[in-house]
């Protein structure tokens, strides 16, 4: 038995269903691993590496897991994310963090699977190579795409697909997401459409697969970390974008930068960082992430908590409505007397534009319609306002939900169980008490 696994590499493989293959990591690949990963973690190289015994733990990584404020800060991020993974590092914005129009860099929500690369150079020389199913294999730097094509800007949810995963019972494996593995961005970039036509699409492409310059945990180097992709059809929308800049600053290094994909509407897994290589193939791709239960959802309801033989599985392609209360916070407490509350939020929905959002401070008994914000595009978020008027003192709890256009809105409890718990959407709610 390999007693070197810690509990987030095994989650992370069960989340990316390469648990079989992981578990025949021997000691000296981890013992690699945990170089590449130091190297990672401090930005150094390690001078006398190659002396390291395999299977040694770095004293710099002995200890389980790093401190959560550390890594926060390393990465540039607000102190008041969640760091619910350490390795690979994973931080969730809880909902009253989400409370800007724009969501801030700081408090964007991040999840890696795997090591990120050292990006070192010229940014402009970042190189993507289109290939497959195409005309012929084209590699544009980061410089051509800039000047060769149209940019766009769009406002957009990237939304992890375990979004909502804690909300599942009996638990589903994998990063326990609440509702904020999601953020709204301003992307800067070009229509992956743009590119893949100027390539010259082949008549036998229907899907894409995507590689990045990241590193798999177990550190072999010919590993992928994950590898999805989507339909043509999805591709070849006007909101599916090669981005460079997020909220018109260049792309962090810790979403992606130089250049990622951003595909909205479907699983943030589809949005590629670090992307390298776009591959249009004649088969709906298989590489790690599509296969298994790996963002997918059974199709007809399985008895929660059961195993997924035999049951038929489809790819999770639009993620489901979801809303938010974002002002006030889970557990505000307000001055006796207290009769009107002011509420903030936002609501998204995948492919589908959000309809309404209703508030209901009776546990659900009654609805009241909140305001909505106009969107600035296709894939915006619709923030929310509304004035809930409180009969008396006490404690009450503020729901919110969401209906979206083809009037599907989200439930009480999280439904459709499933292994690695996709399509959690049960309705936020917050306390509040006036005392
Ligand atoms: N190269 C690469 N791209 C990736 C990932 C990754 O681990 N490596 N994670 C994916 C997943 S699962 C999500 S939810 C989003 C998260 O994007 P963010 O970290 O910028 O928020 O990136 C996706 N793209
Ligand atoms: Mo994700």
């Not at 992307?275 to 599509?290: A, C, N, S, T």
Request: hydrophobic share 35%.
């Amino acid at each position: 038995m390999d007693t070197t696994r810690s509990p987030e590499d095994q989650k992370q493989s069960n989340e990316n269903d390469l648990a079989p293959d992981a578990a025949a990591i021997d000691a000296g690949r981890r013992g690699f691993l945990r170089v590449a990963g130091v190297t990672a973690a401090l930005g150094v190289s390690i001078p006398f590496a190659s002396n390291i015994p395999g299977g040694l733990i770095p004293a710099a990584y002995a200890q389980s897991g790093g401190d959560p404020a550390e890594m926060l800060a390393e990465a540039g991020k607000d102190p008041g994310l969640s760091v619910i993974g350490d390795r690979p590092f994973v931080a969730e914005t809880p909902e009253h963090l989400l409370d800007d129009d724009t969501t801030p860099l700081e408090k964007f929500f991040v999840r890696q699977n795997g090591i990120p690369p050292e990006v070192t150079g010229d940014p402009e020389a970042w190189e993507l190579t289109i290939e497959g199913e195409v005309d012929e294999p084209v590699t544009f730097t980061l410089a051509e795409l800039k000047e060769r094509f149209e940019h766009v800007t769009n406002r957009m949810v990237l939304e992890c697909g375990g979004n909502g995963r804690s909300f599942f019972d009996p638990p589903a494996r994998g990063n326990q997401w609440t509702n904020g593995g999601a953020g709204c961005a301003e992307w800067t970039g070009v229509r992956l459409k743009d590119v893949l036509e100027a390539v010259g699409i082949g008549s036998a492409a229907i899907y894409t697969a995507h590689y990045g310059a990241d590193q798999h945990l177990s550190g072999e180097a010919d590993r992928e970390v994950i590898s999805r992709g989507v339909r043509l059809e999805k591709a070849l929308e006007e909101h599916s974008m090669l981005a460079w800049e997020m909220n018109r600053e260049p792309l962090p290094h810790v979403h992606g930068g130089p250049l990622r994909l951003v595909i909205p509407g479907w699983p943030g897994s589809a949005s590629h960082k670090w992307v390298k290589r776009i591959v249009l193939r004649d088969v709906e791709h298989d590489g790690p992430g599509m296969t298994g239960t790996s963002y997918r959802v059974p199709a007809t309801p399985m008895v929660p908590g059961s195993e997924p033989e035999g049951v038929e599985f489809l790819i999770l392609e639009s993620m489901p409505v979801r809303s938010i209360i974002s002002s006030p916070a889970n557990g505000t407490q307000l001055p006796a007397g207290t009769r009107s509350l002011e509420l903030r939020g936002a609501a998204w929905g995948g492919d589908p534009a959000i309809e309404n959002v209703e508030v209901s401070i009776d546990f659900g008994a009654t609805w009241q319609e909140a305001d909505l914000q106009e969107t600035r595009n296709r894939y915006d978020w619709r923030r929310w306002t509304a004035e809930v008027e409180l009969p008396t003192d006490g404690y009450y709890e503020i729901w919110v939900r969401a209906t979206d256009e083809n009037g599907v809105s989200q439930p009480h409890i999280a439904g459709n169980w499933n292994p690695q718990g996709y399509g959690g959407n049960p309705m936020h709610r917050v306390a509040v008490l006036i005392a």
